[in-house]
């Protein structure tokens, strides 16, 4: 009877093909892993749309690049008849202060203020028949609009 063991079998070739399925398999197994988390990473990397933040119907009106990398953006919907302010990141990163603010000729100011990984905001407000100053900080910087937009 010929003696057989299990680091050398028998049928050598069956058995080498059969770890190369195997391995074969990790590797795509692997490589495919590693392609889902790369798709999440950029995903998780990307700078948010303003529209996309402050919401459907809203369109951009006005913008402020602040000297940070980052932009207040002033946004309207006529079908709610609100503007919206969002201050948002070039891109995502480590938490950091960021705030979005926006007020009408005689109310009060309406801000989102936090440590934020991408945008702060939105903020609404509704200044029918009335102007607007609007404004953000990403960091120490900060600024503030004339009043303007009326309507």
């Given at each position: 009877?010929?003696?057989t063991s299990r680091t050398s079998p028998k049928n050598w070739?069956?058995?080498t093909s059969g770890k190369r399925r195997i391995r074969s398999a990790a590797v795509v197994a692997t490589v495919a892993a590693?392609?889902?988390l790369g798709a999440a990473v950029p995903a998780s990397a990307a700078a948010a749309s303003p529209t996309a933040v402050c919401g459907s119907g809203y369109s951009v009106i006005d913008s402020h690049r602040l000297a940070t990398p980052a932009t207040v953006y002033l946004l309207y919907?006529?079908?709610t008849g609100k503007n919206c302010v969002v201050t948002i990141r070039d891109t995502t990163g480590a938490v950091d202060f960021m705030e979005a603010w926006?007020?009408?000729t005689?109310?009060?100011?309406?801000?989102d203020s936090g440590l934020y990984t991408s945008y702060a905001g939105p903020v609404y407000i509704s200044a029918a028949g009335t102007c607007v100053q609007w404004g953000g900080r990403y960091g120490k910087v900060e600024w503030t609009s004339d009043w303007g937009h009326c309507g």
């Open positions: 009877m010929p003696r070739k069956n058995w590693a392609g889902l919907s006529g079908g926006v007020t009408k005689g109310g009060k100011r309406v801000i």
